[in-house]
């Protein structure tokens, strides 16, 4: 067993220090929530764009009938809203009084403020503390502050959380409950790369922890826990973590082993993909159309869209070589004559503008499927890069660029019974070891508390 000795968090002194992870649309719930929390942890719920029920316990799908951006907005809002009320409500139910509540929000979903601000309001004595990353949560300290509950910024370095302290945290330290560390090359999801790193040069967390920690010890910080989130799998592998004077205090995220419980509504459908990973098969792109990093399994949509890059020619004014696109006659840089004759006779004869002055050539079904999302967006993001979207201006004024992807659409789907070879599987890197650890063999799907008590064991 590991020494894992209960801490305060979220103002709840009996607390283990190992925490759900948040796993975006509908999989990390209330019911996954509450059942952590229930074993004595901290549950934490997605409320991004979190699911709703009927009278009858059937999910609302979320369907967008407005006929303008301004319009399917708000329908997202409400949406997310009651959603995130009812995951809050069952997350309290299931917890049985134990533990600690979290939500997390990603900070650059559409209209984050507000929804976090009403979902604590419908909510109140649910929720004991937000988390928030994907962007810069500026305003978090100041939501947490209006309902009284304690804060967790997720960042990847140092020095983000300097700007983000510097700047706003500093006027409510007393709320400010830890500080997540996301390791952006071993975390599912989005990740907080900056322009300065090298995605393909990892560097040893415990560096750039250590690196954290003593910027939070220069703000007076030094008894708040870092909660290390990304590629957490086994605790024996992370024991000269605890108890260490370098890092402090420490928690634990587990973001990708709790798909696999009894009470995630994906992990039967998962569970074949999940058990089939080899060691490389997630993949860490700058595919999504918040124009972060992120990490998913590399299915058949990703791949096809890493294909998608390779299919580009720079627009030339000077060249004599033109193509049609839509009507509109584009000059071509000569030396792509021959590719794009290539990809045209491998069906890839429709060409589309990207912002980056290029032209990506896709097939007519691809074409027609990519404006159709582009026309139904629902501003699911504060800016979208896919669509073009910004809530702030309205639109980025940029073109809205074919070799993203409608990500509202792709994980509802994935979610909620769609084909996961077509659809956004976010996942860490650590998700191979399902197949490698005997945990899981014969299919094994454990339930909440197996599971904590596996981890607990440090295997």
């Given amino acids: 067993m590991i020494k894992l000795n209960v801490q305060k968090i979220s103002g709840r002194e009996d607390v283990l220090p190992l925490v759900e992870g948040a796993k975006g649309i509908s999989l990390s719930t209330g019911e996954t929530c509450g059942a952590w929390a229930a ?16 009278s009858s316990g059937n999910v609302i799908p979320q369907i967008y009938r407005g006929k303008s951006r301004k319009d399917r907005r708000r329908e997202l ?17 299931r917890s049985n009084g134990k533990g600690r509540i979290h939500m997390n929000a990603l900070w650059e979903m559409g209209a984050s403020e507000e929804v976090i601000t009403r979902i604590l309001e419908g909510a109140k004595g649910c929720i004991h503390g937000i988390v928030s990353g994907a962007g810069m949560p500026y305003g978090l300290a100041d939501i947490a502050a209006k309902f009284g509950v304690y804060y967790y910024p997720i960042v990847s370095s140092a020095r983000a959380f300097s700007a983000l302290f510097r700047r706003s945290f500093k006027k ?28 393909q040069e990892q560097i040893d967390p415990y560096l750039r922890i250590v690196a954290l920690r003593k910027t939070m010890r220069e703000f007076g910080l030094d008894t708040l826990p870092i909660i290390i989130a990304g590629g957490v799998w086994w605790l024996s592998e992370w024991e000269d973590y605890i ?10 995220q ?8 009894t009470e995630n509504p994906v992990a039967k459908a998962w569970q074949p993909v999940l058990m089939s990973l080899k060691r490389g098969d997630v993949k860490l792109t700058t595919l999504s159309p918040t124009g972060f990093y992120s990490s998913a399994i590399n299915n058949k949509m990703l791949s096809d869209l890493i294909a998608r890059q390779d299919r580009q020619a720079p627009i030339s004014e ?7 696109v839509f009507g509109h006659s584009i000059k071509v840089d000569p030396s792509f004559v021959q590719k ?39 501003c699911c993001l504060s800016e979208c890069r896919f669509s073009s979207w910004s809530q702030r201006l309205g639109s980025t004024g940029k073109i809205p660029d074919p070799r993203s992807f409608c990500i509202q659409k792709a994980l509802q789907a994935v979610a909620h019974g769609g084909d996961l070879q077509h659809n956004l599987m976010f996942a860490g890197h650590s998700a191979y070891r399902f197949a490698e650890d005997p945990f899981y063999e014969n ?13 607990l064991t440090g295997y």
């Fill in 39 to 54: 074993v004595g942890g901290v549950g934490t719920f997605s409320a991004v764009n979190a699911d709703s029920y009927d």
């Fill in 77 to 93: 809002v409400e949406y997310a809203v009651s959603g995130g009320i009812a995951q809050a409500k069952i997350a309290r139910e």
């Fill in 172 to 199: 409510c330290v007393e709320l400010l409950g830890g500080v997540v560390y996301e390791d952006p090359w071993l975390a599912g999801g989005h990740n907080g790369l900056s322009n300065a790193e090298n995605p």
């Fill in 243 to 252: 108890d260490n004077s370098e890092v402090g205090r420490v928690a634990f």
């Fill in 254 to 261: 587990f973001g990708t082993r709790p798909i696999l419980v």
């Fill in 318 to 324: 000077n060249s004599d070589f033109s193509i049609k």
């Fill in 340 to 378: 794009v004759q290539h990809w045209k006779d491998q069906g890839f004869d429709t060409p589309m503008r990207t912002p980056d002055n290029t032209l990506v050539f896709v097939t007519k079904e691809q074409s027609q499927q990519i404006l159709d999302d582009q026309r139904g967006c629902c």
């Fill in 443 to 455: 299919n094994f799907i454990p339930t909440t508390q197996q599971l904590i008590d596996k981890i």
